[in-house]
C-alpha cells in the first residue's frame, strides 16, 4: 500500500501524516510537492493539514489551485481513496470535491483541543476498521472548522449517508457542548457521493500512538489497508 | 483601470466575526445596533480600458478565487 502526503507551502502536518503512515501503519510514503503533477501511482491521497499558502484569502482558497490539484481530482475521480485533514478537508471543499463551506469558529477562536468523534458509518476507506457508533478521541487545532452547507445540501448529506465523523460529548450525546466549533449538525467529516474521498477537521496522524494521548487515529489509517484488501488489490 | 469587488457573507451564514464586532458596539453604548455582517473588499488595478470587458473579466475572478459561492455572494464594481 502506498500513500502519497501532498506538501503545500505552510502545510504542517505534513511530515506527521507521513511519519504515521510509512513508521506506525508500515506502509509506503512518499512527500509530493504542490507543483509537482505526478502523484506517483499511490494507493491513497493525503491533504495534510496546516496554512496552505498562508490560509490568505479563505482556508484553501489558493491551494486547490496547485498544479497537483488536477492530478488529486483526476485519482479520486478514478476512484482513488483521498484523505483531507483539517487544512487538506479545507482544500478539499474549496476544490469542490466535497460540499459545503467553512466558516470561523462559532467562539472566534482557534481551538486546540482533545475532542470525541462518534464514526457514523463504516462503509468509506476511512473508518473501515472502526466499529458504528465508536467514539474516537482525537487532537483538533483549527480558527475555521465551523461546516457550512444549505439545508437542502445538509439534508441531502444526511439523507445519502455522507456524514462519517461527528462531534459528541462525553455522554455520546451530539450537543452544542461537544461540538468545538459550531459544525452545523456535529459535523466532524464527511465523504463524496462516491465515499472514496473524505475529509475531516480532527487530526487522525497526530494521535497513532499512545505517547501522544491517544492512538486512536491508527483507526483511521489503518482503515485504508482494511478498504483496500476487501476490495481486492486496490488499485495497483 | 480600477475594478472594485465586495464580497459579504450570504444571509443565511451566520457571522461570529459580525456578532463580535455588534457585541462591543452594544458594551460602547450603541444600543441602536442590531445587527453588524462584516464583509471585504478587494481593488484591482486593470491594464483593460474597456469598461465592459473589464467587468465581465472581474466578474469571472470573483467567482473563480475571491469569493466562495457556497457561503459568499459579490458585487463589482467598475472604477474610471
Not at chain 1, 501524516?17 to 507543483?35: D, F, N, P, Q, T
Not at chain 1, 462518534?118 to 476511512?126: S, Y
Not at chain 1, 487522525?204 to 489503518?222: F, H, K, T, V
Amino acid at each position: 500500500m502506498r500513500f502519497a502526503v501532498v506538501v503545500f507551502p505552510g502545510s504542517n502536518s505534513d511530515v506527521d501524516a507521513y511519519y504515521a503512515a510509512s513508521r506506525v501503519i508500515g506502509a509506503e510514503a512518499s512527500l509530493v510537492w504542490h507543483k509537482d503533477s505526478d502523484l506517483g501511482n499511490p494507493d491513497v491521497v493525503i491533504l495534510p493539514g496546516g496554512f496552505a499558502h498562508g490560509d490568505y484569502l479563505r482556508t484553501g482558497a489558493i491551494a486547490r489551485f496547485s498544479p497537483i490539484m488536477a492530478s488529486v481530482r483526476s485519482f479520486a475521480e478514478r476512484g482513488g481513496a483521498v484523505l483531507g485533514i483539517c487544512n487538506g478537508f479545507q482544500v478539499l471543499l474549496e476544490a469542490g470535491l466535497l460540499p459545503g463551506a467553512m466558516v470561523r469558529n462559532r467562539d472566534i477562536k482557534f481551538v486546540s483541543a482533545q475532542i470525541r468523534m462518534r464514526v457514523e458509518h463504516t462503509d468509506t476507506p476511512f473508518s473501515a476498521a472502526c466499529q458504528p457508533g465508536q467514539v474516537l478521541r482525537l487532537p483538533v487545532a483549527h480558527g475555521e472548522g465551523n461546516y457550512f452547507a444549505e439545508p437542502e445540501v445538509l439534508q441531502q448529506l444526511e439523507s445519502r449517508r455522507q456524514v462519517v465523523f461527528r462531534y459528541v460529548d462525553a455522554n455520546g450525546g451530539t450537543t452544542p457542548e461537544g461540538n468545538p466549533n459550531g459544525s452545523l449538525n456535529n459535523i466532524a467529516g464527511i465523504c463524496n457521493e462516491a465515499r472514496n474521498v473524505v475529509g475531516l477537521m480532527p487530526h487522525p496522524e497526530r494521535a497513532c500512538e499512545s505517547a501522544l494521548g491517544s492512538d486512536d487515529g491508527r483507526m483511521i489509517l489503518e482503515s485504508v489497508s482494511r478498504a483496500l484488501s476487501m476490495a481486492g488489490s486496490g488499485r495497483g | 483601470m480600477r475594478a472594485r469587488v465586495y464580497v459579504t457573507l450570504k444571509p443565511s451564514v451566520f457571522d461570529p466575526q459580525g456578532r463580535v464586532v455588534a457585541d462591543a458596539l452594544f458594551s460602547l453604548g450603541y444600543h441602536d445596533v442590531t445587527d453588524v455582517r462584516q464583509g471585504k473588499f478587494f481593488d484591482l488595478e486593470l491594464s483593460d480600458t474597456d469598461a465592459d470587458g473589464a467587468k465581465a473579466r472581474v466578474t469571472e475572478m470573483a467567482a473563480k478565487l475571491l469569493a466562495n459561492p457556497v457561503i459568499e455572494s459579490y458585487r463589482v464594481e467598475v472604477l474610471a
